[in-house]
């Protein structure tokens, strides 16, 4: 639904009509807490209170088995994305406590690890791409922060499935 010019909020069905019914309440406040947080100069936006929303999402079965583990450990999120002449991504994860943040933290290290071993060398844009893919955490929090170039965002794009442009 577009609640407001400029802003769109989408969710399950029954909540979505939950929020139309009743427009008065506005957006939660921890949700509107999540948003703050990102960098005003991102385009999209995307904040949960209820764990990663992956219904939907179109990834291959080992994936989405791999993301499906690992969201068992993740509370809430926030994810920002901002594009100028390059790209820029943002994302918080929440877990629901310090192990699941170790779990969570050294299984995605360990993906673009070995994404990055399996990529031939000769591949240079997909290495460049996995380099610039950075992730720590602190406590609970995971954090995934990349920065790419206008070349690097290019070769993003185009390793994008074409149902998904």
């Given at each position: 639904?577009?609640?407001?010019?400029?802003?769109?909020?989408?969710?399950?069905?029954?909540?979505?009509?939950?929020?139309?019914?009743?427009?008065?309440?506005?957006i939660?406040?921890?949700?509107?807490?999540?948003?703050?947080?990102?960098?005003?100069?991102?385009?999209?936006?995307?904040?949960?209170?209820?764990?990663?929303?992956?219904?939907?999402?179109?990834?291959s079965?080992?994936l989405?088995?791999?993301?499906g583990?690992?969201?068992?450990?993740?509370?809430?999120?926030?994810?920002?994305?901002?594009f100028?002449?390059?790209?820029?991504?943002?994302?918080?994860?929440?877990?629901d406590?310090?192990?699941?943040?170790?779990?969570?933290y050294?299984?995605?290290?360990?993906?673009?690890?070995?994404?990055?071993?399996?990529?031939?060398?000769?591949d240079?844009?997909?290495?460049?791409?996995?380099?610039?893919?950075?992730?720590?955490?602190?406590?609970?929090?995971?954090?995934?922060?990349?920065?790419?170039?206008?070349?690097?965002?290019?070769?993003?794009?185009?390793?994008?499935?074409?149902?998904?442009?």
């Amino acid at each position: 639904t577009f609640p407001q010019n400029g802003v769109a909020i989408a969710g399950p069905a029954q909540l979505m009509q939950s929020y139309l019914a009743d427009r008065s309440r506005g957006i939660p406040e921890s949700l509107l807490a999540r948003a703050r947080s990102l960098p005003s100069t991102d385009q999209i936006w995307v904040v949960s209170s209820k764990g990663l929303p992956l219904n939907g999402v179109p990834l291959s079965s080992e994936l989405k088995s791999l993301i499906g583990n690992l969201s068992a450990y993740v509370a809430a999120f926030d994810a920002g994305a901002g594009f100028d002449a390059g790209a820029h991504l943002q994302v918080n994860l929440e877990c629901d406590s310090n192990d699941g943040a170790r779990q969570v933290y050294g299984a995605l290290r360990a993906l673009i690890g070995f994404a990055r071993l399996t990529t031939r060398d000769k591949d240079l844009p997909l290495l460049q791409l996995y380099d610039a893919v950075h992730i720590s955490f602190d406590r609970d929090i995971v954090q995934i922060r990349a920065d790419f170039s206008a070349a690097l965002a290019d070769q993003l794009y185009n390793l994008l499935p074409e149902r998904s442009r």
